[in-house]
């Protein structure tokens, strides 16, 4: 296929066209056995215990930002969510839906990108499906990818484990992606290195669980962001949570654009981020394996949990007062993933 | 939610209103304790073996259709592709994309045939998410599915594996899901039954499997139609496959609505027929068991496997002439599953 070619129909029809997009495009990049075998599914061995199975569509607009595409997005979200599970993530599965029209020059960019994060995940993607659809009826590409993977003997982490005592910690700053594509939405062209986040979060959670040091909850504040997130595990914990501003990290660029343009960080978006609720007494520990990782040097302790206000999260701020943080309400940016 | 509301892109921004769509909607119709956890993923017990993981995303134009929809659909789609890597399924996520402005009555119908088809198949719906993108930005709604299944000890099936001797059996009437969307599309309204044939053929796997009978290959013809997947098959196993124009089972009305509109029926979908390629020997006898299954009432063996031209499918003609019936090339029919 020839970079300056456009994807028809027929790469979507099942037929002589989709099989050579798959021998000369798809398979070349996600190069592995498995997918090489062109049945219906893959089939390999797992051994007995626990497995984690978790999906996320993607529907981002721009389908190419700074920091990563789409492609990039779609491995590292479904990777973090597996291991979010407390599961080293084995493979992976991508569903692409095409518009008809796409140059073959941006699918190629968008599949290297998906071969490229899943080689440093250490992840295969070993099944697929393609469709097109005609022009008009999908903006671009919308790519979805489920993925499976293996939970150590002992892990048990689950978004109702927070206790009352524990630290809560984040793997570094907050608001990147989100502030990435709503700056290139907006056609806003800052002179900073304002860049998504976008990155796999599976080798720095297998650190952390293999210390051995207890751990409660594994989340990665995507849409909704932190203040989201925090009030979902305070609901399923029945628990408080208490966070102080003075120690939530943004970068100052992303900090002048949401203070610019009227957004909440705390409510933004971040693609390569986690929190972990541990118990108190190993929080630092813990916090120094994270720090340890490509994507966890800026990690800090951001808050606690508490037996008040169960269900609820609370803002101690920087003069000195508490507000409420609640949900996400209102769509602040749609397809910001 | 009110069947008159619509949908918001509040509903997929991962806020308050994504989690109130959850409990009030999704939840109470997937019903299972797994995907009430509301965890990032689903975590399960898993015995050591050989596990299938398969895809699709479903596009399907118009998303009602007699015989079925697009939620059906997507789950026995993916059911009958982890049945046809000799799988039972026991896991399905599922990604929806909806539209902004989609009515809540039209996304919970689909719910619910999604629901009633997991049961039917007796697989449970553990894992998702939900995006909302604009309006325009996607026409209606999208969904993929992911699924998961075991293999027997001792089940070897792949588009590797036919013989020459081997006999190819179709489980039924071929291009009913083809000619129905075919029809809806074009306002084309026969007095006649024609309806899609979407059903879940993981049960008559079973009971082939079960029956100890060698089973070489198993693949359900779906995009490209039956032409195009016994051509898949050749290639893989490097072998011919001959058939019988006079034993190839299609319906009266499909017969009709094909020849008036110039489509060739053994290149259309189907969404609830199998092939299973067997030994000579044995093929009567799979063949009945396959009949005694709900969807199998209406099986033939229509062809052959040959170590004539490999690679090629020829197909004898009612009037003793042969033919070589290829792949599907170019698009008949977009977005029709
Ligand atoms: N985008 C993709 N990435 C990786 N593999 C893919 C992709 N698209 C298709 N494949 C692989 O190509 C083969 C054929 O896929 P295809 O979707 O045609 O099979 P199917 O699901 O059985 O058919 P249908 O989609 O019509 O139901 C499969 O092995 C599938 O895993
Ligand atoms: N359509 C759906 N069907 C079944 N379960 C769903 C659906 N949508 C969401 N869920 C479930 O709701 C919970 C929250 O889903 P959500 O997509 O918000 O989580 P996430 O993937 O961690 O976040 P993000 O999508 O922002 O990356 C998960 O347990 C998920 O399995
Ligand atoms: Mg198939
Ligand atoms: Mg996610
Ligand atoms: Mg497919
Ligand atoms: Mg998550
Ligand atoms: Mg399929
Ligand atoms: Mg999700």
Not at 52 to 69: H, K, L, N
Not at 82 to 101: F, H, K, T
Not at 122 to 146: E, L, Y
Request: proline residues 5%; contains cysteine; charged residues 20%.
């Amino acid at each position: 296929m020839n970079d300056n070619d456009t994807i028809l129909l027929d790469h979507g029809a099942g037929g002589k066209v989709s099989h050579a997009m798959f021998s000369e495009l798809i398979l070349p990049l996600f190069d592995n056995g498995l997918l090489a075998k062109q049945d219906d599914g893959a089939v390999f061995e797992v051994p007995a215990g626990r497995m984690a199975f978790s999906t996320d569509s993607y529907t981002v607009d721009p389908i190419f930002f700074p920091g990563g595409d789409i492609g990039e997005l779609a491995v590292n979200g479904t990777v973090n969510d597996v291991a979010m599970c407390g599961a080293a993530p084995l493979y992976i599965s991508v569903g692409l839906i095409i518009e008809e029209g796409m140059k073959v020059f941006d699918l190629k960019r968008i599949l290297q990108s998906m071969a490229g994060a899943a080689k440093k995940a250490g992840v295969r993607i070993v099944t697929g499906d393609t469709k097109v659809v005609p022009r008009g009826k999908v903006d671009k590409i919308f790519i979805n990818t489920s993925g499976i993977g293996l939970l150590p003997v002992g892990v048990n982490v689950s978004g109702n484990g927070a206790r009352p005592g524990d630290k809560v910690i984040v793997s570094g700053t907050i608001a990147d992606h989100g502030v990435t594509i709503l700056s290139e939405r907006e056609g806003l062209k800052f002179d900073s290195d304002v860049k998504s986040d976008s990155a796999p979060l599976n080798h720095m959670v297998k650190a952390v669980l293999e210390s051995g040091h207890p751990v409660h909850v594994l989340r990665d504040p995507t849409r909704g962001g932190l203040g989201t997130t925090l009030n979902e595990i305070a609901v399923q914990s029945t628990v408080g949570i208490r966070l102080f501003e003075n120690r939530l990290p943004v970068r100052g660029p992303v900090r002048g654009i949401c203070e610019l343009l009227g957004f909440d960080p705390l409510y933004l978006a971040n693609e390569g981020k986690l929190i972990a609720i541990v118990p108190g007494t190993n929080a630092n520990k813990v916090l120094d394996i994270i720090r340890q990782d490509e994507f966890g040097k800026d990690a800090v302790i951001i808050g606690e949990v508490t037996d008040q206000d169960p269900g609820r999260v609370v803002l101690e701020t920087l003069i000195g007062g508490t507000r409420i943080v609640d949900m996400l309400t209102g769509e602040q940016l749609p397809r910001i993933c």
